[in-house]
């Protein structure tokens, strides 16, 4: 919507800062952005006296943005509502304005983009920014990725990429454990592949006359699962205790892997000739399913600046990036997040979210406890590679589309219109009343 200078003005007091708004009445009920403090606010419908009525209204506090929800569909239109100290805008589906410019494009109030919520400097946070400093010497943009894989391993969950071939993944799984001082192992899946060739096998040892174990590609710390869709059910069925258990049964032997343990498995989404879908039991196995897109143009310019030239790859890894962490350090920090606080109602938050997906009308299968678990060990590593020890609405927002969109499936109906998950989730999520938490 443009405004028109001819229009009639509303003038309003900012709910955060105090300062005086005076915005085109064409932008009465919208959602718009104060110039001074940057907070999104609802325009009353009205001024300036509805203000002095509600003086509830103007001392709403404001919250940032990624933590603002609707309550229900029965929000009224003309009026700012405060529920449990949230200020809700009027319309959940409504585009947030510049106040002092044109209005800018529509903007979903789940995924506005915002700064994070940082607190002391930790020792985690301090590692967390290290290992990200190390990754963009040599691997460029794709923020989802690395801070999605990073607190995968650092909550001992597992990620799937979904992503078109060539943009980098295996230099990121390399570049990671020559960062993290972990072994790095790639099995390529293709449709011949056996279980055994993932897991290892018994041979027969001349010298000694008898088998011994032969340990497979499993066995290492960082797993990249190359194209895991291209490889049979049985095949994809030796992850399954891999991945849930860190440890590989053959001929009634138990052989247990080294920790951490990170499976990054990636897949093709515009091929579908030669796959197999992977099952739900398994999908359910992985904490993320990330996508990572195509750079921007400045991100391929300093590719191509990065990459373009004739170098080796394993001497860059040796003479550019650091090893700053070991296993036994990330050891340390995964059960160290444990002890992030996450009180009751954000407890409860994250419980409505994953029942709601279960009722939810495009969904026919919603997800399973297994996600709300994830999800909340999750809130709490991000919250510490923040620096802070309790984790708030704005992590939990951050973190439920990637663990929840590869663990609901579309009903027949939702696939034959076209709706995608991503935005069904979205939607489902700002349907969720967001709870206020006291940081003091």
């Not at 002391?120 to 460029?140: A, G, M, P, Y």
Request: with cysteine; hydrophobic share 40%; glycine share 6%.
């Amino acid at each position: 919507m443009n405004a028109n200078p001819s229009d009639t003005t509303i003038e309003f007091d900012c709910p955060e800062c105090q300062s005086r708004l005076r915005v085109p009445s064409s932008l009465a009920s919208q959602n718009a952005k104060c110039p001074k403090c940057a907070k999104v606010v609802a325009v009353p419908a009205t001024s300036p006296t509805v203000a002095d009525q509600n003086p509830v209204a103007s001392a709403a506090p404001s919250i940032p943005a990624a933590t603002i929800g609707p309550t229900s569909n029965a929000v009224d239109a003309n009026a700012v509502v405060e529920d449990a100290g949230i200020l809700l805008p009027p319309d959940p589906d409504a585009p947030v304005h510049a106040l002092d410019d044109a209005p800018q494009q529509g903007t979903s109030i789940v995924d506005m983009p915002h700064e994070p919520i940082v607190g002391r400097d930790t020792e985690t946070r301090r590692l967390f920014e290290s290992i990200c400093d190390e990754v963009s010497k040599v691997f460029v943009g794709q923020r989802e990725l690395v801070e999605g894989t990073l607190v995968a391993l650092f909550s001992g969950g597992h990620v799937l990429i979904e992503s078109v071939p060539g943009l980098g993944k295996t230099l990121f799984v390399r570049t990671l454990g020559k960062i993290l001082g972990c072994e790095f192992g790639r099995i390529q899946f293709t449709a011949d592949l056996m279980p055994s060739d993932i897991t290892g096998a018994p041979i027969f040892d001349m010298k000694t006359q008898e088998f011994r174990f032969r340990p497979g590609p499993v066995f290492t710390q960082l797993l990249l699962a190359d194209e895991i869709n291209r490889s049979p059910a049985k095949t994809h069925a030796a992850l399954l205790e891999t991945m849930q258990e860190r440890r590989v049964t053959v001929d009634g032997q138990t052989h247990e892997l080294d920790l951490p343990f990170l499976v990054v498995a990636t897949q093709n989404p515009i091929e579908s000739e030669g796959t197999y879908n992977l099952p739900e039991a398994q999908l359910d196995r992985f904490l993320f399913k990330l996508r990572a897109d195509y750079p921007s143009e400045e991100q391929e310019a300093k590719i191509l600046m990065m990459h373009g030239g004739q170098i080796d790859l394993t001497k860059k890894l040796e003479n550019e990036v650091k090893t700053v962490s070991s296993p036994e350090q990330i050891l340390k920090v995964t059960s160290e997040t444990s002890n992030v606080r996450v009180e009751p109602v954000l407890v409860n938050y994250i419980n409505r979210i994953v029942r709601l997906t279960r009722q939810w009308p495009q969904f026919y299968m919603g997800a399973s406890p297994r996600a709300g678990i994830g999800l909340m060990q999750s809130a709490r590593t991000l919250a510490a590679f923040y620096g802070r020890d309790y984790a708030v609405p704005d992590d939990v927002v951050q973190l439920a589309i990637p663990t929840l969109r590869h663990r609901v499936m579309l009903t027949a109906e939702a696939e034959v219109e076209g709706q995608q998950v991503d935005d069904l989730l979205r939607e489902l999520i700002r349907r969720v009343e967001v709870p206020r938490i006291e940081t003091q």
